[in-house]
């Protein structure tokens, strides 16, 4: 059989939609809308009704959060990142590249010992400016904010503070790729010889998507 001119191929082609189907109709639009506002006004009055809640639990985790961030600040400024490259060449007794990683270390840790407490003069000296002239609003969202940031450091991975307000589903989209996967479990002689092939330009010609 001869192969399809251009024009006979470009005429079997399914056209996909320039626009989504709820921006060609107002109903359809209308409806688009109302969704967000439900979904989004949902979400707003989740969240607000656990302020106080999220509030507490950020108070409470705050110290350990000040904890955390100490001692990230020490391993930052320390470089115990190269801790175990020097320990390595303690463990071969070279001399030469544990003096070498030793230098480079503590010029390391000059540097980040001087930018940390340049940063830690400056916030001392814009929160005792803070106390002296500033008003008590600004003071009081200064102070919330410390304790909220520390909060959220000292909460576990596991645990945050804000959960979600919308359960998502725990399926896998399917697409193509676990499709011929699937296939390919089946152990099919012909289903096999057709994907050591690379399905011959056959397989999926456009994204798995809902139908209606």
């Known amino acids: 059989r ?13 056209r996909r939609d320039v626009l989504p189907a709820w921006l060609r109709s107002r109903e359809a639009l209308r409806e688009q809308a109302r969704w967000v506002f439900d979904h989004y006004r ?54 030469n590249e544990y003096l070498k990683l030793s230098k480079h270390r503590d010029g390391k840790a000059r540097l980040r010992g001087t930018i940390l407490a340049a940063a830690c003069l400056c916030a001392s000296l814009l929160f005792t400016a803070l106390v002296l002239a500033g008003p008590t609003w600004a003071l009081l969202l200064t102070l919330a904010g410390i304790v909220a940031g520390l909060g959220f450091v000292g909460a576990p991975e596991d645990r945050p503070v804000i959960g979600p307000s919308v359960v998502k589903p725990q399926v896998q989209k399917l697409t193509s790729h676990f499709v011929l996967r699937a296939l390919g479990a089946l152990g099919i002689a012909e289903i096999n010889k057709a994907m050591t092939k690379g399905w011959g330009g056959k397989a999926f010609v456009a994204p798995i998507t809902r139908d209606g």
């Not at 001869?2 to 399914?14: A, D, F, H, I, L």
């Not at 000040?66 to 175990?84: H, M, N, Y």
Request: aromatic content about 8%; glycine content about 8%.
């Open 2 to 14: 001869e192969r399809p001119t251009w024009n006979e191929s470009v005429r079997g082609e399914q």
């Open 42 to 95: 949902h979400v707003f009055a989740f969240h607000a009704v656990r302020t106080p809640v999220y509030a507490g639990t950020l108070a409470v985790r705050s110290p350990l959060g000040a904890v955390r961030l100490v001692g990230r600040a020490f391993r930052w400024v320390g470089d115990t990142d190269t801790r175990p490259v020097r320990a390595e060449a303690i463990r071969k007794a070279d001399a």
